[in-house]
Nanobody
Framework: QVQLVESGGGLVQAGGSLRLSCAAS????????MGWFRQAPGKEREFVVA???????YAADSVKGRFTISRDNAKNTVYLQMNSLKPEDTAVYYC????????????????WGQGTQVTVSS
């Protein structure tokens, strides 16, 4: 029942910043944990950041200190603020939602957006 639409992707130079948004439609948005994942060409989809229903956040080691997830339950929207971007951050970024535990695992997420491309040039 949850539909997710990402936006905000684009081209940015290394060291720059980008802010992604994920708009959700459906009931009980605030009760879901939300996550961001990414997939580079030829690579497996990997966990990036997540925020659970109570506001606890999680981040992959590769982005700690650079990426921040937040949510606005009144707007049914989750955000990904990306700073100090590196060429290795280049990927399609996906927003996802889950009602299950283990927020850092891809397998727990039930709903996925279509993805938005982020390209970081050197």
């Amino acid at each position: 029942q949850v539909q997710l639409v990402e936006s905000g992707g684009g081209l940015v130079q290394a060291g720059g910043s980008l802010r992604l948004s994920c708009a959700a439609s459906g009931r009980a948005f605030s009760s879901y944990s939300m996550g961001w994942f990414r997939q580079a060409p030829g690579k497996e989809r990997e966990f990036v950041v997540a925020i659970n229903w109570s506001g606890t956040t999680y981040a992959a080691d590769s982005v700690k200190g650079r990426f921040t997830i937040s949510r606005d339950n009144a707007k049914n929207t989750v955000y990904l603020q990306m700073n100090s971007l590196k060429p290795e951050d280049t990927a399609v970024y996906y927003c996802a939602a889950t009602s299950k535990l283990d927020e850092t695992a891809t397998r727990t997420y039930e709903y996925w957006g279509q993805g938005t491309q982020v390209t970081v040039s050197s």
